[in-house]
């Protein structure tokens, strides 16, 4: 896992604790596991603006 072992590993997470604290940590795991899921659902999902041709009739009623 890009070559860090669970020693390293342990060392970031100590580091983490240290700077954001430990009531801060499951705000910001949550608000990490919300991102994930929203850039998932962005990228698997179909574009939200569809656009479509406009018919002869609506033309006119707008002029």
Do not use: C, H, T
Not at 5 to 28: Q, T
């Amino acid at each position: 896992m890009f070559g860090f072992g669970m020693p390293e590993l342990i060392v970031i997470l100590v580091i983490i604790l240290v700077v954001f604290g430990a009531g801060k940590l499951p705000e910001i795991g949550g608000a990490l596991g919300k991102s994930i899921r929203n850039f998932k659902k962005a990228s698997e999902g179909k574009d939200e603006i569809e656009i479509k041709p406009k018919k002869d009739g609506e033309d006119n009623k707008k002029a």
